[in-house]
């Protein structure tokens, strides 16, 4: 049965399996005072790519969000690009990392992000991105790579510095239907 559906359609579960765009696959919540968040068993074969939706509720300091799979402490590349508020352009990246830095300038009052992961679980290497964020002083996109052709299952998000309390993590796969 072809999408969208109409009222009274009879709906099998290939209709539906095809048509659902985000499927939830696993949420972490995180606790008071953390330093990272794991979220294992995320990544499998059912889906090739992800949606990692981070909200927390505050931070003890002001830092840098990181993003990594979990199992692999290196080999991660990322560039950052982004405008202050009044029109300077701004930059950063790293060539070689233990993280993917995605977001900078984080608030203590909480704050909010969707990672999108490509092929975490196949054994190839992996993408993220492109992540945008804001902060008070500017708005920036952030993209990263990560050059292992491994398999992974979870992901790992921390702030640089201090730790987050409250909120969750969710992690959601692409249908490739």
């Known amino acids: 049965m072809a999408f969208p559906y109409s009222s009274g359609d009879v709906l099998t579960a290939t209709d539906l399996n095809q048509s659902s765009g985000l499927v939830l696959v696993k949420t972490q919540t995180i606790g008071s005072g953390v330093s990272s968040v794991t979220v294992t068993g995320a990544f499998s074969a059912t889906f090739d790519n992800y949606l990692v939706s981070v909200n927390y509720d505050s931070a003890s300091v002001n830092a840098v969000m990181l993003i990594r799979l979990d199992g692999s402490t290196s080999n991660y590349k990322w560039a950052r690009v982004g405008t202050n508020y009044n029109a300077t352009v701004l930059g950063g990246g790293s060539s070689s990392d233990s993280w993917i830095s995605f977001a900078g300038g984080q608030s203590t ?67 490739n239907g």
Not at 145 to 151: E, G, K, P, V
């Open 109 to 175: 009052a909480g704050g909010g992000y969707h990672v999108p992961i490509f092929n975490p679980y196949l054994a190839k290497p992996t993408t993220f991105g492109p992540i945008a964020w804001v902060d008070s002083g500017s708005a920036n996109t952030t993209n990263g790579y990560h050059t292992n052709s491994t398999s992974y299952t979870g992901v790992v998000v921390a702030p640089s510095a201090g730790t987050i309390t409250g909120g969750h993590v969710n992690v959601y796969g692409y249908n």
